[in-house]
């Protein structure tokens, strides 16, 4: 009986993995982009036989069942991943150690959750060692190989020339091949393990994403109409300079690009807060869902007074870190921009701890875990935190480190270190609402306050949740009655927005408590934004779209701080610029509805709009990706603001 080409059980083993990957992430397995996924998978299996067939016999078949086990272990390992944080895990990410080991905790849940993917996912890895004597694993040639060459080279060149017809998309196979590095919209375009190969390529050689030359058409639509008195909220920066001095051509792209783009104006709200303290809190895992006005009632209070934003999103990029970048830089962080941010630690400009230390103001950040997690020892003073206190140089000597450490201890042993001072400005990054949400040993928080949540009517994932939220709101209890007794609460600005929606639980589970139905895409990172002072006595309804990228320039305004509008991706929410939200995988949120990228589906609020707004808006979000990653990558605010 003839055996079997290796080959073939390569191109099932790719293709196979292929569909289960579309199944599981995309829920769907047959459009157009199966064209793409198919010749590539015949391309990589093709090479792939040619591997194992140049040795002997036996070795051959080790390195097929190596090789076999391999492909899968990265396919269910991505799999997991984009469950978790609703992107692919991207090659850049590999030096983010402390995300690899947040993940592999999870990793380790998800798996004994979801047996059924996990099997699904090994049943090519069973059909192998089952069928292992029907395989020809013999040596090839000379002949052999280069016939097996030259089928490689005639697929890849029939591969690029399918693309080409449509390549004039934004998002077309052949854009995302050679132009842009949406890793989400490639997969689903040309597959994982062409998507994964260029990643690896772009992370050892470099790329730049191309910036389309649509100068933010969208951008400047329905601004609303502005007393003329309002200044443009703009430095005088020598763009032409700059661009004369630049040899590279990706970087003169992006000078021009910046010098024509969105200008914001000051607005009612410009100084609002001027010469008031500022302590902004960056608050793990808190989303809407645990506000209650029993359960959290100081949370309660905050996001009902003050300024009171009805659509405001912390999208979820990488976890914490990502949601740090976002609120502290006013860019969007791509894994490729995290990595260079914490490698290369080029100047944050606007930072709020560099904007603040410039005015006389006492700079500190506090955080009660690891100060080296996510290298936060070398970005902290890209911030201009160079006062950064957190366990491991030196809180651990006042506060009790073990896992998991309290938010009220943090702000207990803290205060007292800055706020004698006459202007103070203070970021807190807590700890206290991290997952596992388990009322086990495993969450001391949520053991700790379990009493308070034992008799709600929810799952005990969400109970457990709800238990670290208050560890949260005794927090900020605590901070404000400290600053009561200190006689200077109403000189005191708070600022809160949560690192991420709690993405270890489930939708479901989220829906639980939700009072309304999420989607885990866009409606799970809907949240709340906290700018509260006591002397607000009247809340202030903020209803336009905003995200965590936004905070930053609002607060820049609010305290009446120069900034250059055009240089942030984010844009002050009071101000008159339209709304907009930005997700990991470009869908995106707008004061007219909602884009789910991956699905190419839009779903307007009101009234239908063009194709031509979604086509604008989707080519703007590309390249707020392209700038955010650029300004990071060519120490951009050096360059155009000197020590500024």
């Known amino acids: 009986m003839k055996k079997c080409s290796l080959i073939f059980y390569y191109f099932f083993l790719i293709f196979y ?41 036996k070795t ?15 396919y269910g390992f991505q799999i997991i991943f984009y469950d978790l944080f ?18 592999s905790g999870f990793a380790i849940t998800y798996l004994l959750k979801n047996i ?30 280069i016939y097996n060459i030259g089928g490689i080279i005639l697929i890849y060149i029939v591969s ?28 689903n375009k040309i597959g994982l393990l ?32 502005q007393p003329k008195e309002y200044e443009d909220n703009i430095l005088n920066i020598d763009f032409d300079k700059v661009y004369s001095s630049s040899t590279n051509s990706e970087e003169k792209n992006m000078i021009k690009y910046l010098q024509n783009s969105l200008v914001t104006k000051k607005n009612e709200y410009t100084g609002y807060f001027k010469d008031k303290n500022l302590i902004f809190i960056l608050a793990e895992g808190f989303n809407s869902i645990a506000v209650d006005k029993d359960l959290t009632p100081t949370l309660y209070k905050l996001t009902h007074n003050g300024f009171v934003f009805d659509n405001y999103y912390s999208p979820l990029f990488l976890s914490t870190t990502g949601g740090e970048f976002q609120a502290s830089t006013g860019l969007i962080p791509s894994q490729e921009t995290l990595k260079l941010w914490k490698n290369e630690q080029p100047t944050i400009s606007y930072a709020l701890g560099n904007q603040f230390s410039k005015l006389g103001y006492t700079i500190n950040s506090y955080h009660n875990w690891s100060y ?77 306050n379990k009493d308070y949540v034992a008799d709600l009517k929810y799952s005990d994932n969400i109970k457990a949740y709800l238990a670290t939220q208050i560890e949260l709101d005794r927090a900020l209890a605590t901070l404000i009655e400290s600053l009561e007794k200190q006689g200077i609460l109403n000189d005191t600005v708070l600022v809160l927005t949560g690192d991420h929606y709690p993405y270890s639980l489930s939708i479901d589970e989220i829906n639980e408590i939700s009072s309304y139905k999420r989607d885990e895409i866009i409606e799970a990172n809907h949240s709340n934004l906290i700018i509260w002072n006591n002397q607000i006595t009247t809340p202030i309804k903020i209803t336009k779209v905003a995200s965590q990228i936004d905070v930053l320039p609002t607060i820049l305004n609010l305290f009446d701080i120069p900034y250059d509008s ?62 955010s990653n650029q300004i990071i990558k060519y120490n951009f605010y050096s360059k155009l603001l000197g020590g500024n």
């Open 566 to 627: 055009r240089l942030l991706i984010g844009h002050d929410i009071l101000s008159d610029t339209p709304g907009l939200a930005i997700f990991s995988d470009r869908s995106w949120v707008s004061d007219k509805g909602s884009y789910w990228s991956l699905q190419n589906k839009f779903v307007a609020k009101n009234k239908e709009v063009s194709q031509d707004y979604i086509d604008e808006i989707n080519a703007q979000v590309a390249n707020d990706f392209a700038i």
């Open 194 to 225: 062409s998507t994964s190969r260029l990643d690896i390529q772009r992370a050892i050689f470099g790329f730049d994403e191309e910036i389309i030359n649509n100068q933010n058409k969208s951008k400047n639509k329905d601004v609303q109409n």
């Open 17 to 57: 993995l292929e569909i289960a990957n579309r199944l599981f992430v995309f829920n769907k397995i047959c459009d157009i982009n199966l064209i793409y996924i198919i010749i590539n998978s015949f391309v990589v299996a093709i090479l792939i036989n040619v591997f194992c067939h140049i040795f002997h016999e």
């Open 372 to 448: 080296k997690y996510y290298k936060r020892h070398k970005t902290m003073p890209t911030l201009g935190y160079n006062s950064y206190l957190a366990c491991g140089n030196g809180l651990e000597k006042e506060i009790n480190c073990k896992w998991l450490p309290s938010d009220v201890d943090m702000i207990n042993v803290t205060f007292p270190k800055y706020s004698n001072n006459s202007k103070f400005m203070t970021q807190y990054i807590t700890v206290s609402g991290h997952a596992p949400y388990l009322i086990s040993s495993a969450n001391s928080i949520a053991l700790k």
């Open 86 to 103: 609703n992107m692919y895990f991207s090659f850049h990410t590999i030096d983010l150690i402390d995300q690899a080991i947040d993940f």
């Open 60 to 74: 051959n078949k080790i390195i097929t069942g190596f090789i076999s086990f391999f492909i899968i272990f990265f």
């Open 116 to 145: 059924f993917k996990v099997t699904i996912i090994l049943i090519p890895l069973i059909i192998l060692l089952l069928n292992k004597n029907k395989i020809n694993f013999q040596k090839y040639n000379t002949g052999e190989i």
């Open 160 to 187: 690029i020339l399918v693309m080409i017809p449509y390549k004039d998309r934004l998002y077309s196979a052949y854009n995302l091949y050679y132009k842009n590095a949406a890793m989400e919209k490639s997969v």
